[in-house]
């Protein structure tokens, strides 16, 4: 595995720490507001960035010494979600933003990774003419559709 950052033309190959978790999707814009009070998620002129997965069913049976109690049936939680997102290679701000993700997760046992990643960085080159990108193409979610003629 390449273990060291690289470039191309047009970006960079940079070492950071990819991060997950799984939650309930209710509980993750308060999980997310006690991240970016610590690390604000920033990728070229954009924070707060992260992917949420879609909504998926969460499996487990509590034991002796679980905050419920142990119980025989298995649970399936609907609802529950993965979070993902970006960090500096650095194993102090990491302690923090995982602590912050713990005390703000409604779980006893919240599930959270941590992995070393290489991710891109755009270098910021002048690509408007670019006929790829979104706002260039008939799919920027950003026009407003034209008002719709009203039916007497």
Do not use: C
């Amino acid at each position: 595995m390449i273990d060291s950052g690289f470039e191309t033309t047009s970006l960079r190959m940079t070492l950071l720490l990819l991060v997950s978790f799984q939650a309930p999707a209710a509980d993750v814009d308060r999980i997310m507001d006690a991240v970016v009070a610590i690390a604000p998620l920033v990728m070229g002129k954009y924070d707060r960035n992260a992917y949420q997965s879609a909504h998926g069913i969460e499996r487990y049976r509590p034991l002796d010494g679980a905050a419920a109690g142990a119980e025989t049936e298995l649970r399936r939680r609907p609802g529950t979600v993965e979070v993902s997102f970006e960090l500096p290679d650095d194993q102090a701000l990491a302690a923090r933003v995982v602590e912050a993700i713990f005390q703000a997760h409604s779980y006893q046992e919240p599930v959270i990774r941590l992995q070393p990643i290489l991710a891109s960085r755009s270098k910021g080159l002048d690509d408007r003419a670019n006929p790829n990108r979104w706002w260039n193409t008939t799919g920027d979610w950003k026009k407003v559709a034209a008002p719709e003629a009203e039916t007497a």
